[in-house]
């Protein structure tokens, strides 16, 4: 029998924050860290997702129990005219997955699942400044629906 590492979440349980400054630490060795009183932390560091990718300086705020809050510091995002970054909430804090369906939890190692999807985000918003095309889920974004409605109300004025 061959050994075998797997990383089996309890979801009954969450990661202190101090275990999960460890893991940013270890996977991301030149990050900045600084702890808060509230039980949380601030993780800064660098993001290119692939070797052809611009390189992100990317903030992660952290509070136990509570949905990681992840923003590209640098560069600034940018968006063709008439456009608006697709899957972020206010302040382009980037939306990485459902918290509704429980995608993520405090019992879930920030290192090797919120950082890595941002970096799959980031490489959707290449691909999409390049094609016009959002290459993530096909689910709208929380609020877009108040968004189309205002739009199509918009179109309906004008006809």
Known sequence: MGNKTSFQFNRNKSITV???????????????????????????????PTHLSQRYTVRLKYRLKERPAVRVVEPELSTPEGK??????????????????????????????????????????????????????????PGDDALKEDEQAAQELQT
Request: hydrophobic share 45%; proline share 3%; glycine share 6%.
């Open 18 to 48: 101090a275990i999960q400054a460890a893991h940013l630490r270890k996977t991301f060795p030149d990050s900045k860290i600084t702890f808060a009183s509230n039980s949380g932390l601030t993780w800064i560091g660098h993001i290119q």
């Open 84 to 141: 608006r970054l697709p899957h972020v909430f206010s302040g382009n804090e980037l939306c990485l997955f459902r918290y509704k369906y429980f995608e993520w939890d405090s019992s879930m190692i920030i290192a090797i699942t919120i950082l890595p999807w941002a970096s799959l985000w980031l490489l959707y918003y290449e691909i999409w400044l390049l094609t016009g095309e959002w290459c993530g889920a096909n689910q709208e974004h």
